[in-house]
C-alpha cells in the first residue's frame, strides 16, 4: 500500500471513533460502508463487491461475516432494504445522511497534515531533520503498531532511526501537555485503529456481554501493576480492568508458582535496591520502581510479608491446580513452545540474556500449559466461553503462544488461551466509547513514557563506561555508584542520545556528569538567589512592620493622650459646671437680702403714709397716732443727723445708703459664696484651663489623622 492510501486509511480510523457509540462498535464501520454506498450508487448491494470496494476506498478491510453484520445493523435500522431470499441490499433514502461523513474524513485530513507539520517542528527544535514522506511513514508505523494484540509505543525496525522511539514518545508528550486538539486526534487514530484491528476478531469480541464462569489467571507483571509498584504509573488502568471484570462476574485468580515468582522477584530487589553493585540493565522493573520513590530494604521487606494479603485484597484468588508435565491427558509440547519464546526474544531484543532469563520463560510456559490443561480440550470461539484465560502484559508471550497454539494445537480459528491486557480490556471497554477513550489515552502515554527510556543496548554502554571511568581513577565508587543508578543520569542519557545506542560515545557520560555538576551549581546559584531575594524581602516586610508598629505606637500613645485629656476636661468642665452653680446660689441669696431691704422700706413708707393720713387728714387721736407720727418724722432726721456725724469723724468719706446697703449685701453673698466653698480666683483659672485643652485637643486630632493616613 502505498503512503497516500495509508495516511487516507489513518484519517478514516480517526472518523471511526466519531462514530462509536456504546450500541455496537461496528456502527462506527457502518457510518463508512453507508457513505461508500452512497456515492457508488449501487443498484444491488452485494457484500462481496461491497467488500473489495471499500478496501479500495478506504483502504482497510472488512471481512465477509462482518461485512454482513455491518448489512444487517443498516437493514435494522432503515437504512437498507434486502432482497427476499437473497443476499442482496438496496438503499433507501435515509441513506442521504451519511453524506456529510466525507467532510469528516477530509477534516480528518487536515488534522493530519496538522499533526505532521507538529511533528516535524518538534523534531527540528531537537536539531533532528525529517522531510514529510519520512514523518508520515514513522506516524503510519506507530499507528500501525497498535493492535489488539501487539498494542506498543515502539516503530518498528522497518524504519532504520534509532532516535524514533525516543522523539516520538517525547513528542506524544509534549501533544498532551501543550496541543490537545492534536493529542485528541492521535488517541482518535489509535481507537480506529483498534476498531479495525477488532473486525479480525470479531466472531471473538462478539456475543455476551456477561462473563459469568469465566475464570482470568494472571501474570505476575499485571498483578505487580495493580498494586502500584510500576515506574510508568499504570495503576489505575489495571485498577479499572480488574474492577470490570469482577462486575461482569469472572472470578480472579493466579497460579501459585506466578505469587511465588512475585516472592523471587521482591526478593531479588531487597538485593539490589541499596547496593553499589547495582546495574539497571540486570535490574528488574520492580527494582527499577522501588528505587525511584526511594525504598529501602526494610520497605520492600515490608511489602514481601504482606503480598499475600495485599493480592487477596485485589479480589484476586491464588490457585495450585495439580499439574504433572509429563502425565496430563492435555499435554502440550513445552520444549517447543519454550524455543519459539527464546528465538522470539533473540529476534526482538538485542540485549536478550538467556541466563538471566530462562527462569522466567520456563514459568511463563509452565503457565501456558496449565491454561491448557485447565481448559481441557475445550476450543472456545468465544471469550465468555473461554472457561480459563490467561492474561498477561508481556506482549511478546501473548504472541507466541497465540502462534504456538494457531501451529501446533489444531485450533480451528479458536481462541487461544493466553491473550494480553489491552485485548481483554478492549473487550471489556468495546460498548463504552468514554471508557475505551479514557483507556485508550492512559495506554498511549504509557506506551509513550515507556518507549523514550533509555534501551537496554543503551544503558549498557553507561554501565561499561562508568566502570572503566571508576577503574581508572576518574571517578569515586560513590560516584560510579549514582551514575549507574540515578534516574536523572537515565533521562540525561536517553536525552543526549535521543535513544540511539551509536550515539553514546567515549566521552559522553563526563559530559553527562559534568551538564549535571553545571545544573546542581546553577540551582544553587539560583537557590542563592533566591535566598537572598527572600532575606531581602523579610528585611523589607519587617522595616515596613517596625514602621508600621511605631507608627501605630505613636498613634496609639496620641489616641490615649487624646482620650486622658478629654477625660480630664470633661472633670474640669464639671467642676465649673459645680462651680458656676455656687455661684449662682451666692447670687441668689443676694437678691433674697435685697428683697428683703426693699419690702421693708416699702413697709416704712406704707406706715408712714398711713399715720400721717390717720392723724392729720382723718384726725384719729388714738394713743399710738402721735407716736407713730413723731418716730416717722424723726427718723429721717436721725439718719441724716448721723449721716453729718460719721462726716465729721471720717474726713472726705460721706455716709451713703445705696453704698451702704451695697456693702451689706456683698457681705451677705460673700458669706454664703464661703459656706459653699467657691472661689471666684478658682473659676477663673478654670475657664482658662478649659480654653487651652479645646486648643490643644483640636491640634492632636490633626495630627493623630495624620498618624493614621
Not at 541499596?274 to 522501588?290: C, G, L, M, Q, V
Not at 523589607?540 to 517596625?546: D, S
Request: hydrophobic share 35%; charged share 25%; aromatic share 10%.
Amino acid at each position: 500500500m502505498n503512503q497516500e492510501s495509508e495516511i487516507k486509511k489513518l484519517s478514516c480510523y480517526a472518523v471511526l471513533r466519531t462514530g462509536l457509540s456504546g450500541e455496537n462498535y461496528l456502527i462506527s464501520h457502518m457510518r463508512l460502508v453507508l457513505l461508500l454506498i452512497y456515492k457508488k450508487r449501487y443498484q444491488i448491494i452485494e457484500p462481496k463487491i461491497l467488500m473489495n470496494d471499500f478496501f479500495d476506498e478506504y483502504h482497510y478491510k472488512i471481512d465477509y461475516f462482518p461485512m454482513l453484520k455491518i448489512l444487517s445493523i443498516a437493514t435494522e435500522k432503515g437504512y437498507l432494504v434486502k432482497e427476499h431470499n437473497r443476499k442482496k441490499y438496496v438503499s433507501t433514502e435515509s441513506i442521504a445522511e451519511f453524506k456529510n461523513v466525507e467532510d469528516d474524513i477530509r477534516q480528518s485530513e487536515k488534522n493530519h497534515q496538522r499533526l505532521m507539520q507538529s511533528f516535524i517542528t518538534f523534531c527540528q527544535k531537537r536539531h533532528v531533520s525529517y522531510t514529510l514522506d519520512k514523518a508520515e511513514e514513522i506516524v503510519i508505523s506507530y499507528i500501525n503498531t497498535q493492535k489488539l494484540e501487539h498494542i506498543s509505543g515502539h516503530i518498528p525496525n522497518t524504519i532504520d532511526d534509532k532516535r524514533i522511539d525516543y522523539l516520538f514518545g517525547q513528542f506524544v508528550y509534549d501533544l498532551k501537555a501543550n496541543n490537545t486538539m492534536l493529542f485528541d486526534y492521535l488517541n482518535s487514530m489509535v481507537i480506529g485503529a483498534v476498531l479495525a484491528d477488532c473486525l479480525v476478531f470479531h466472531e471473538i469480541l462478539e456475543n455476551g456481554k456477561q462473563l459469568d464462569g469465566l475464570t482470568v489467571i494472571l501474570d505476575t507483571t499485571p498483578v505487580f501493576i495493580a498494586l502500584g509498584f510500576d515506574i510508568a504509573n499504570r495503576k489505575e488502568y489495571y485498577e479499572n480492568l480488574l474492577s470490570s471484570l469482577k462486575n461482569k462476574g469472572v472470578r480472579l485468580t493466579m497460579f501459585e508458582h506466578s505469587y511465588n515468582e512475585m516472592q523471587f522477584i521482591l526478593s531479588g530487589s531487597k538485593e539490589w535496591v541499596e547496593s553499589f553493585n547495582y546495574d539497571p540493565t540486570k535490574a528488574s522493573a520492580a527494582t527499577e520502581y522501588f528505587r525511584s520513590i526511594g525504598a529501602n530494604k526494610e520497605d520492600v521487606e515490608e511489602i514481601s510479608n504482606s503480598l499475600r494479603q495485599s493480592i487477596q485484597e485485589l479480589g484476586i484468588e491464588i490457585i495450585d491446580p495439580s499439574y504433572d508435565p509429563e502425565n496430563h491427558p492435555y499435554q502440550i509440547s513445552e520444549d517447543i513452545l519454550t524455543k519459539m519464546i527464546i528465538e522470539q526474544y533473540q529476534k526482538t531484543s538485542k540485549s536478550f540474556d538467556l541466563d538471566l532469563q530462562i527462569r522466567s520463560i520456563d514459568l511463563d510456559v509452565k503457565s501456558i500449559a496449565m491454561s491448557y490443561f485447565l481448559r481441557k480440550k475445550q476450543k472456545p470461539m468465544h471469550i465468555q466461553d473461554a472457561n480459563y484465560l490467561f492474561i498477561t502484559a508481556n506482549k511478546t508471550l501473548a504472541k507466541v503462544a497465540t502462534d504456538y497454539h494457531n501451529t501446533y494445537e489444531d485450533s480451528n480459528n479458536s481462541l487461544p488461551p493466553t491473550i494480553t491486557d489491552v485485548f481483554l480490556g478492549t473487550y471489556l471497554w468495546l460498548g463504552d466509547p468514554v471508557k475505551i477513550s479514557q483507556m485508550n489515552e492512559q495506554q498511549i502515554m504509557t506506551q509513550a513514557y515507556l518507549a523514550f527510556q533509555p534501551s537496554d543496548e543503551l544503558l549498557e554502554k553507561l554501565v561499561n563506561s562508568v566502570n572503566k571511568l571508576e577503574e581508572k581513577g576518574d571517578i569515586s565508587s560513590e560516584l560510579c555508584y549514582m551514575l549507574r543508578s540515578s534516574r536523572l543520569v537515565s533521562e540525561k542519557l536517553a536525552q543526549k542520545t535521543l535513544g540511539n545506542p551509536d550515539a553514546f560515545t567515549d566521552s559522553t557520560t563526563m559530559e553527562i556528569l559534568k551538564e549535571i555538576q553545571d545544573e546542581a551549581a546553577e540551582k544553587a546559584r539560583n537557590e542563592m538567589t533566591k535566598e537572598m531575594e527572600k532575606q531581602k524581602e523579610e528585611h523589607i516586610r519587617e522595616k515596613a512592620n517596625i514602621e508600621s508598629t511605631h507608627i501605630s505606637h505613636e498613634a496609639y500613645l496620641a489616641e490615649t493622650i487624646h482620650m486622658l485629656s478629654s477625660n480630664l476636661l470633661e472633670l474640669k468642665e464639671d467642676k465649673l459646671k459645680t462651680m458656676q452653680a455656687k455661684k449662682e446660689k451666692g447670687a441668689k441669696a443676694r437678691k433674697h437680702w435685697q428683697i428683703f431691704i426693699v419690702s421693708i422700706c416699702i413697709l416704712f413708707i406704707l406706715l408712714s403714709l398711713l399715720s400721717i393720713v390717720s392723724y392729720f387728714i382723718l384726725k384719729e387721736k388714738d394713743w399710738y397716732s402721735p407716736l407713730v407720727t413723731l418716730l416717722l418724722t424723726l427718723l429721717p432726721a436721725i439718719g441724716y443727723l448721723l449721716s453729718i456725724i460719721y462726716s465729721l469723724c471720717h474726713k472726705n468719706t460721706s455716709l451713703n445708703l445705696r453704698k451702704s446697703i451695697d456693702i451689706f449685701l456683698n457681705k451677705r453673698e460673700s458669706s454664703k459664696l464661703s459656706k459653699l466653698e467657691y472661689s471666684f480666683d478658682e473659676e477663673k483659672k478654670l475657664e482658662i484651663e478649659i480654653n487651652d485643652m479645646k486648643a490643644m485637643k483640636t491640634k492632636d486630632f490633626s495630627c493623630n489623622a495624620s498618624l493614621k493616613n
